[in-house]
């Protein structure tokens, strides 16, 4: 049970500070009474939960795409390094300095960012519709790429199985596709309030999905649940002047 | 006039425990068959919706039977009138064994 005490440990630094006395002790105090084979997977909803929480609080923080990108970045550079380190340290690697290996890495590049556009794909992903989004989309996939490139190395020099680096690039693409997801496509900022509107029975009478505001572009962004012939994408509706006093109040109780 | 309260399955499979006496996280789990990662968010939003009031057993009493204390969890007056709600959207969800059958 040690080692999955210290698993709730590290789930709960991911916990809000002002929560996490309360949720280490909930989880602990569960732990005692799950049996030895099912404790990893609780264990694991734990370290889910920790990392709902975490998105709730750092909403605000992570609001803005340079922000997100900043962090993104950083985050992408250091499993990176971690990865050449640890490979270099354990096995001695050469950088890759021929035209071949330059040529190989590249196409693998390329190959993982075809991947994860394959993967928002299936996830069901907004796909941008103007310049700045897709630049954003399109930079934070790259920036994406260096952590498979990361784990790789430090599988290699751990000897862990090569899947491992994919099923890792796999879940940061769904978090970039997700991240994308809840932004306004033209200020790039999170949207707020969102409503579900309609049901499943009005497909063929009217749209049903989700609409949520953007504060700053004074818009109303839909998306439908379900793509139908008449709606398939989801829609910025832009409003005019009239509405911005109720955008304001929005965005006063936001801040 | 207030609206009535619209649950989720799983958030009504969790309130119908409780109900019938799975007072605390781990059993709710095994009733409902969720996982922890379900429960325990389900659990918390339950509660800031006042659905449900938690408290903590007194240490003495978890001391004595040599385990850590318990986060009992129970229904409020409006969980109880959501569930009802619930329960006529959900009819199955009545199906949930009572705690004799659980801890057997």
Redesign the interface.
């Known amino acids: 049970m040690r080692r999955h005490d210290a698993l709730l440990r590290m789930a709960s630094l991911a916990v809000p500070v002002r929560l996490r006395c309360e949720w280490l002790r909930?989880?602990?105090?569960?732990l005692?009474?799950?049996p030895q084979s099912e404790a990893t997977?609780?264990c694991?909803?734990?370290?889910?939960?920790a990392g709902?929480l975490w998105r709730e609080g750092s909403g605000g923080w992570l609001d803005s795409p340079y922000r997100y990108l900043a962090v993104l970045s950083a985050s992408s550079a250091a499993v990176y390094c971690a990865g050449l380190c640890a490979a270099k340290v354990a096995l001695s690697l050469p950088l890759c300095t021929s035209v071949q290996e330059v040529k190989l890495a590249l196409l693998l590049f390329f190959l993982l960012i075809s991947v994860g556009a394959i993967i928002g794909k299936g996830q069901g992903a907004v796909w941008p519709a103007g310049f700045r989004d897709g630049a954003f989309l399109g930079l934070k996939l790259v920036m994406g790429v260096p952590i498979f490139y990361g784990v790789l190395f430090l599988g290699i020099a751990l000897g862990i199985p090569v899947l491992h680096p994919m099923v890792i690039y796999v879940f940061v693409v769904r978090a970039i596709f997700a991240d994308q997801r809840r932004r306004c496509p033209r200020c790039l900022r999170y949207l707020g309030s969102p409503v579900a509107i309609g049901s499943a029975a009005e497909t063929f009478l009217h749209w049903y999905g989700t609409e949520s505001i953007c504060v700053r572009c004074c818009a109303l962004m839909e998306m439908p649940d379900v793509s139908c012939s008449y709606w398939a994408e989801h829609r910025l509706l832009p409003l005019d002047s009239s509405w911005a006093e109720v955008f304001s109040e929005q965005a006063e109780a936001r801040s | 006039m207030n609206d009535p309260v619209r649950l989720s399955h799983g958030s009504a499979m969790i309130l119908q425990a409780i109900a019938t006496g799975q007072i605390?996280?781990?059993t709710i789990m095994e009733v409902t068959g969720l996982?922890?990662?379900?429960?325990?968010?389900a659990l918390r939003r339950l509660e800031r919706d006042e659905l449900i009031r938690s408290q903590w057993e007194k240490q003495s009493i978890a001391d004595s039977e040599l385990?850590?204390?318990?986060?009992y969890y129970k229904l409020t007056r409006g969980g109880r009138t959501a569930l009802d709600a619930t329960l006529e959207r959900y009819p199955l969800v009545r199906k949930l064994s009572a705690p004799s059958e659980v801890l057997k």
Do not use: H, I
Not at chain 1, 26 to 30: C, I, L, R, V
Not at chain 1, 44 to 49: C, E, Q, T, V
Not at chain 2, 35 to 41: E, K, N
């Open positions: 909930t989880w602990q105090s569960e005692f009474y799950v997977a609780f694991l909803g734990a370290a889910k939960d709902s | 605390y996280g781990y996982p922890s990662g379900t429960v325990y968010p385990r850590p204390a318990r986060k």
